[in-house]
DNA sequence: CAGTAATTGTTATGTAACTGGACAAATCAG
DNA sequence: CTGATTTGTCCAGTTACATAACAATTACTG
């Protein structure tokens, strides 16, 4: 339980863990008198901490590194080589599996449609299958595998590894997510929400890196959202926060597959794009998407190529899509006054299309002055950002677990072997 | 910068705070085993910690207490007469200062109306006046206070104790508030939003006490909210989330301050209850309210007690309002999923009258998952909710001083005179 | 009522994790 | 080549703990 006023003027820490996390931070490698200014820790300690690492054989020493005057600083950097992650994002309507090195670097990618709506067995069926074969086109194996994040499309206690009870996952209540998946593959297993992870991969590789207020819009087939607050994920008292989707925005909207009426979602979702585009081109609306084959299985991938092709009317329909969200986010502007407000998830692959309205809502509707030091960008990690955000949860667990067994006395034996 | 996973099994910490913490928490005085349990320390190691603790005069042991079983125990409390602490609420249209003893009993309180609006130098002549009488109140002395908490009703960087940009708070901006009242005090002074503050003041002594999710919305003349997230207070990038008194519920609804229009503070905050309730009996409205002397200067109050009466009218605009404040807060229960929601300022002394149509509305809009686990209560605190919390906070404050200051090997003499 | 188990707080003793100072190694600027 | 600078290491001392043993005190049990 933290104090809510922490003004702690040095927080003691597990400085281990800390050191692993900046050489893992730094990409082009670190070195022990950087650790020691950035820690405020005297040179003498970050050696000792640097050795014990050194013993795991996840860090490695680089042969050199210039500088500006003194004795040459002995680099230092993640050992790619000691170990892989996955990261898995079961998004509604697809499965996308990230295999990559240790040092966070991505190896492999597959992704897959599918529908979360069969069940939970069916769909870790299809996630255990899609593991084996991104981890096949890495040249790679279980055995290298040291820790796999997974991601999924509801409100999930990631303490416990389930989900609580979500609308579009009917069956997977209080299933058991976390240990099924650790007792197949014997490594240990992060299950977490996708826009949570989306926003802790657009934190640790993507826009807004290490900004401690983030939000992360997944605007997919559904709409979610993923909070870092104060530098730490905010999940809420059950895992419940950022289901944004279901803000009632037009009182007798349209029915949204929550059951109420006028939700975000079933006004701006990918959903609710694609289902519009049908209505309008069964009203016989001048649009190039009365071309496609089968109307019926009319998409919002579809409607995003039309408007990229110049579509005027598919443009309206992202145009008016941007502008719901954007006036949901005006109100998490004002809310939260975050530091970066991040669009990932599929239908935000338009970009611009549906940033600007967005944008514009977002002027017209908050208070200036949590406006002013907030910028609204789009995933730079494009529909990666929920998966890489997977393989960064299941890294830190790794480095929590290399931590916690080092102190054990234990070396990196478990991976080594090739 | 925290880290967003935090699976650190046992944060390491800065004991002697902690104990400090713990002591004050337990109202009834706690003992050196109780904290190595709840802090996982050895009773030795506790033992070391409370000798320091007893060493600054801060904390003492009491006589006795009974057990179960087993060697009786030592009772450990807060010395109240160690000293005494100042909180200040500012609100937009009245003063409200505390006087509490260190352990956080209140011993003298003071409250007046006031205008924000004149500006700094004004307000804070106000709050110094208020501080001086409430002191003499509690038949104390400057001398004796070792801190001060003050909130005002606008975003605050509580790091640099100013005003950044508030609307109601013209010429507030970057006024150094806290340097201000330090250099008049010679005291350690803490500023916050009020709402904030409310938040902590619940958190601390009131409505869901140590709940690591609460959110407090303020309903006074203008809507705020504080929130504690995941144990700790967020204040945003800038200080200025929990403005949610001007999210837009009403599309060309009636002017708000901000300039926008629809504004839930324009919907449902007194001042909007006020002029509604005005217009009402300009219409010529069958209602209690008629009978008021003076019509212009008809105010929230004047309306809640004509409602408490069983007036119709007065009773319907409370409803209006609190259905108003229910839908904005369906929006914060799917976005935050807190585990409280605490309804407080003057408005909300009303009681059921505004809680019920808020909760109605919450069930109505909110996915199950959130809702079932929360509570949405009125301020136990009533309205001292936000002064309270800065006496917490200067609180906070003071103890962390003494802690920094032990260390240097001094013992708590400063404020040792009667 | 004696005996036993339970509980608290204190006392040594040992260990991990740091600091601070001294120092050698390595580099650059003049 | 010399001096200043920076890095990493080594060593002595300090702090903050754990662990274990112990004395003091209490409730329960037969």
């Known amino acids: ?56 054989g996840l860090v490695r020493e680089l042969d050199k590194r210039q500088t500006r005057a003194g004795r040459r600083p002995i680099g230092l950097e993640i050992n790619a080589s000691a170990g892989q992650i996955v990261g898995v994002d079961v998004g509604a309507t697809h499965i996308r599996a990230i295999l990559a090195d240790i040092a966070g670097r991505p190896l492999a990618e597959l992704s897959t449609s599918f529908d979360v709506r069969v069940g939970p067995e069916k769909t870790l069926a299809e996630v255990r299958r899609l593991v084996e074969r991104v981890m096949r086109d890495g040249e790679s194996s279980l055995g290298r595998v040291r820790s796999i994040g997974v991601g999924v499309p509801g409100p999930v206690i990631s303490e416990q590894g389930m989900v609580l009870a979500a609308p579009i996952m009917p069956g997977w209540t209080e299933y058991p997510i976390r240990h099924t998946l650790e007792a197949t593959w014997e490594r240990p297993v992060v299950v977490h929400n996708d826009a949570n992870l989306g926003a802790l991969g657009e934190w640790t590789y993507g826009a807004g890196r290490r900004c401690p207020n983030l939000v992360f819009v997944k605007v997919g087939t559904g709409i979610g959202m993923g909070m870092i607050l104060g530098g730490r994920l905010h999940e809420g008292q059950v ?94 502007m004002n809310m939260l006054n975050p530091g970066v407000v991040v669009i990932g998830g599929g239908v935000a692959q338009s970009g611009d299309l549906l940033l600007e309205p967005i944008r514009a809502q977002i002027r017209k509707r908050s208070l200036q002055a949590g406006v002013l030091t907030s910028q609204v960008t789009s995933a730079s990690l494009g529909l990666r950002s929920s998966a890489l955000g997977a393989v960064a949860a299941a890294l830190s667990l790794c480095f929590d677990h290399v931590i916690a067994h080092s102190a054990a006395g234990l070396t990196a034996s478990a991976t080594e072997g090739r």
């Open 239 to 332: 895992g419940a926060a950022g289901e944004i989707g279901h803000l009632t925005l037009v009182e007798n909207g349209p029915l949204c597959s929550c059951g109420n009426r006028g939700c975000l979602e079933a006004l701006a979702g990918g959903g609710a794009i694609a289902r519009q585009a049908r209505e309008l081109v069964r009203q016989g609306q001048r649009t190039h998407l009365s071309t496609l084959a089968s109307i019926d299985r009319l998409s919002a991938r579809d409607v995003a190529e039309a408007a990229a092709q110049g579509d005027h009317l598919a443009q309206q329909l992202f145009a008016q899509a941007g502008e719901y969200i954007g006036i949901a986010l005006a109100g998490v």
């Open 1 to 56: 339980m933290g104090y809510p006023l922490s003004i702690y003027p040095r927080a003691p820490r597990d400085h281990r863990r800390l050191v692993l996390d900046l050489i893992h931070e730094s990409r082009d490698g670190t070195t022990r008198a950087e650790i020691a200014r950035s820690l405020e820790l005297s040179r003498s300690a970050v050696s000792g901490l640097v050795d014990d690492l050194l013993h795991t």
